[in-house]
């Protein structure tokens, strides 16, 4: 996948922990203010969990078509079928109220709690702490990926931006974020929408907005309200995304102003073990929560239900081919 280098991130490689701290230090001198999300692909684009397998199912005319994955991005305007985020959402309150120390008092806060307990939401998690990104961004067992010798990784990564070779950091200012993608600003500033308890204003605007699924509102940089010990170990906040299925970085004028640091497999152990050193782990993240386990049953259950219906759809649709 070539890149149009007007239109690419601002790419950095690093290859071990000091270069690392480096690039952040560095980012951190010109903008004070910046979000940190890992991914163990650097590959992968910016997508929320529930988007991930989207399958167009209708064209722009509302007739049908054969159900396929949603591989290519475009303004075709075809309707799409994801993974049904309210009913996984429902199951998980009934489940989730007994297991928690402070019930959520609204949907938007329903949904930061089980985004972080391994539910597929809307959400994109993000952090302010540059050592929670790294440590999701190589926490996964690679060695099968280690034959990539370093120098073919990086090159991958500088022709392509995306690689299947390394780990990815994408760094970015909320604020600006905001701005740029369609203006979701607090005040007239470059301040990020800051949801709070006492922000009624804010809670309408982004539950009929981006939680009803009824409008095609672009990705927006929120800040979480501290309601469960997880969100605060991992210092989270979120993108939050409605029905516009795009990945941030497919919208151009947001990828121009992400950063995106390269960590080529090769190069992971170093990072784990100063990681480890510096209790950044597992545990210290996540702690224990029976939630896990039941979340991921309702993840389960729910991409079977996906996949399950679009067969239907697809047996629909050659049915009617015959005829």
């Known amino acids: 996948m070539k890149q149009d280098i007007a239109l690419d991130f601002q790419k950095h490689i690093v290859t071990n922990f000091k270069e690392?701290?480096?690039?952040?230090k560095s980012l951190k001198s010109k903008e004070e203010n910046l979000w940190f999300r890992g991914q163990d692909n650097a590959s992968f684009q910016l997508v929320p969990s529930a988007l991930r397998n989207c399958y167009e199912i209708k064209d722009q005319f509302d007739r049908?078509?054969?159900?396929?994955?949603?591989?290519?991005y475009n303004n075709k305007g075809n309707q799409v079928a994801y993974i049904?985020?309210?009913?996984?959402?429902?199951?998980?309150k009934l489940i989730a109220k007994q297991h928690l120390r402070i019930e959520p008092t609204n949907n938007l806060e329903w949904h930061f709690i089980a985004q972080h307990y391994g539910i597929p939401t809307k959400l994109l998690d993000w952090s302010t702490d540059s050592l929670v990104a790294l440590f999701f961004a190589i926490q996964k067992n690679r060695e099968g990926l280690l034959q990539d010798n370093i120098e073919n990784a990086i090159e991958d990564f500088r022709c392509n931006s995306y690689s299947d070779k390394g780990a990815s950091v994408f760094v970015v200012n909320p604020g600006e974020l905001n701005k740029v993608i369609a203006g979701y600003t607090k005040g007239g500033t470059e301040e990020p929408i800051d949801f709070t308890l006492n922000s009624a204003i804010y809670n309408e605007q982004i539950e009929?907005?981006?939680?009803?699924?009824?409008?095609?509102?672009?990705p927006c940089c929120i800040t979480s309200t501290p309601i469960d010990k997880r969100i605060c170990r991992q210092s989270g906040n979120f993108t939050i995304h409605g029905s516009f299925v795009w990945p941030i970085d497919h919208i151009d004028q947001a990828k121009k102003i992400i950063h995106k640091i390269f960590i080529p497999y090769n190069c992971i152990e170093e990072m784990k073990e100063m990681l480890y050193a510096l209790d950044v782990t597992e545990n210290s993240l996540y702690g224990h929560s029976d939630l896990d386990s039941y979340s991921k049953d309702i993840s389960n259950k729910n991409q079977e239900k996906l996949r399950l219906a679009v067969n239907e759809l697809k047996i629909k649709y050659n049915q009617q081919m015959i005829k």
């Open 84 to 92: 049904n985020v309210h009913s996984m959402l429902q199951e998980f």
């Open 208 to 218: 009929k907005g981006f939680l009803d699924g009824s409008n095609q509102l672009l």
């Open 64 to 72: 049908d078509i054969k159900p396929q994955k949603l591989t290519e």
């Open 20 to 24: 690392y701290l480096d690039v952040v």
